[in-house]
């Protein structure tokens, strides 16, 4: 499985044709305190760049984009109730749903974690 | 992610929406300048997040707006508000002068007691609220807000007589230590403050300075709004955090605490197209005033006292989580816009998404069920009274 990252702070993990998307720890740091958070319905589909999900902390409402094309399989019911979830585990429980991968070069364009931690450096 | 839609003091709506900062009394043409606060670097050391606002870098956030809030509701917190305009006015005369520009009875104000006050425009509309105080010596103490204190000094310099004299305190500080347990730490440090009550101040001495100290705030809490010079601001700061009810807290949670305490944000709630009577400020135009007049705005005051203004100011509980912020409108059933919201977020202490807004006089009521709109999606709220959370200011004699 690889991880690949985006410059608006995205992350994803493909497994095979599944891809899950979730923020990074240095954006739920910059958002602080998450409040609320709504993911995609399964069976939606997005180009790369769409608004795919929102995420509100105290102070800010920010759109997360689809990092890749695809369907949504799945979003992550945990973080309706628990939209803390977020802050204490971004890159692991606090993940916002998963995607059947419509293009696999699409990832081709995106970060790896050296060239995530080298970016966000530079912040 | 992008597309950040901000809110509160956590951005610069104050000077998109009031009046810009143009860095000097005269509105020069240079580009805004972003200044430092006397605590800038005390500020960062301890972690803090510096943004822009008010024309100041300043301190939105330490450990995260959440904490912060709490712990002042439940212990002590200290805010450097020394942004904010710290003037006084002497002269023969002066306050009459005052009057003729604010409609505060300052001829029956008793000396060393804060009031709250609105600076005027002719048609009603609020320039900028403010605290003003009686001293002794024949001065008046006003704080007014950061992001208008340029433009305050300058409609001050216009309409008052060369007899008056406003001398802008900028070299002073401004700390404000807020919570219940804000009186416990303070009087250790400054012996005597718990024998104010809220809305009494006093000078005090402190390692040889002399402090402006009065029992207010921002916060719906107990608390003291602390002037100090400048250069002991850090000396001060250090021996208020070193007490251990105390922390040092960010814009982000002095913006949500002033909110569930029903404590308007100039520049969001309250502008140039708002009115007293609008906002729910009426209290602030004594009796006096109403029937003799002579201030800014006097008419408009007593036609809407009389008939109601069109909109006025409420609070409102959002169904759901998500929160409703500055600028969602208020919709009718066809869909029209018919309000706006002002001010809105997730409140820690009510643990509910909550807002101010103006609404139609009609929907002003508690119980008034409000429709709002915001990126597209609809959203349902209930008019509740206000403050949101209880004040619990300690009042004496």
Redesign the interface.
């Known amino acids: 499985m690889s991880r690949y990252f985006t410059e608006?702070?995205?992350w994803v993990d493909v497994d095979g044709e599944t891809a899950t998307v979730g923020?990074t720890e240095y954006?739920q740091s910059q958002l602080?305190?998450i409040?609320?958070v709504?993911t995609p319905d399964e069976g939606k589909s997005f180009a790369k760049g769409d608004d795919a999900a929102?995420?509100?902390?105290?102070?800010?409402?920010?759109?997360?984009?689809a990092p890749v094309s695809g369907t949504v399989i799945e979003g992550n019911a945990s973080l309706?109730d628990n939209?803390a979830l977020v802050n204490e585990d971004p890159e692991g429980e606090g993940w916002f749903f998963k995607l059947t991968l419509a293009d696999a070069d699409e990832l081709e364009s995106l970060m790896d974690e050296a060239a995530y931690a080298d970016f966000t450096s530079k912040l | 992610m992008s597309r950040d839609v901000h809110n509160g003091p956590t951005d610069q709506f104050t000077q998109a929406r009031g009046t810009e900062y143009s860095g000097d009394a005269d509105g020069g043409d240079d580009a805004p300048e972003i200044l430092t606060l006397p605590l800038d670097g005390w500020h960062r050391a301890r972690g803090g997040r510096m943004v822009a606002f008010a024309g100041y870098e300043m301190p939105v956030q330490y450990e995260g707006i959440m904490a912060e809030h709490l712990w002042t509701r439940e212990h002590a917190g200290l805010f450097d508000v020394s942004h904010m305009g710290q003037l006084v006015f002497t002269g023969e005369g002066v306050e009459a002068a005052l009057e003729a520009l604010l409609p505060a009875d300052l001829q029956a104000a008793k000396l060393n007691h804060p009031v709250y006050s609105l600076l005027l425009a002719e048609n009603g509309g609020i320039l900028d609220d403010l605290m003003l105080t009686r001293r002794a010596g024949g001065e008046v103490y006003i704080v007014v807000n950061g992001a208008t204190k340029w433009d305050d000094i300058a409609h001050f310099r216009e309409h008052l007589a060369d007899e008056i004299t406003l001398n802008h305190l900028d070299e002073q500080a401004l700390l404000a230590l807020q919570g219940p347990e804000a009186v416990i730490a303070l009087e250790r440090i400054v012996p005597g403050v718990s024998a104010l009550g809220f809305m009494q101040g006093d000078w005090f001495d402190h390692k040889g300075d002399r402090l402006w100290i009065s029992r207010s705030g921002y916060t719906g809490e107990d608390g003291f709004e602390i002037s100090v010079p400048s250069e002991a601001a850090e000396a001060l700061a250090d021996a208020l955090t070193a007490q251990p009810e105390v922390k040092p807290i960010g814009l982000g949670a002095r913006d949500s605490l002033r909110l569930e305490a029903d404590l308007p944000l100039y520049g969001h709630d309250l502008d140039e197209e708002t009115t007293p009577i609008a906002a729910g400020l009426g209290f602030a135009i004594k009796k006096r005033r109403r029937e003799e007049g002579g201030f800014p705005g006097h008419e408009r005051v007593m036609i809407e006292r009389e008939q109601g203004a069109i909109v006025k100011r409420v609070g409102l509980i959002v169904e759901g989580r998500q929160p409703v912020r500055e600028g969602a409108a208020v919709v009718d059933a066809g869909g029209s816009e018919v309000g706006k919201v002002t001010s809105g977020g997730f409140a820690p202490t009510v643990q509910k998404p909550i807002a101010m807004a103006y609404v139609p006089v009609a929907l002003a009521q508690p119980g008034a069920r409000i429709t709002l709109a915001q990126r597209g999606k609809v959203h349902h709220a209930e008019v509740v009274p206000m403050p949101f959370v209880p004040h619990r200011y300690v009042r004496k004699g």
């Open positions: 608006d702070h995205e923020i954006a602080g305190d409040v609320f709504e929102v995420v509100e902390s105290v102070k800010a409402a920010s759109d997360v984009y309706t939209p």
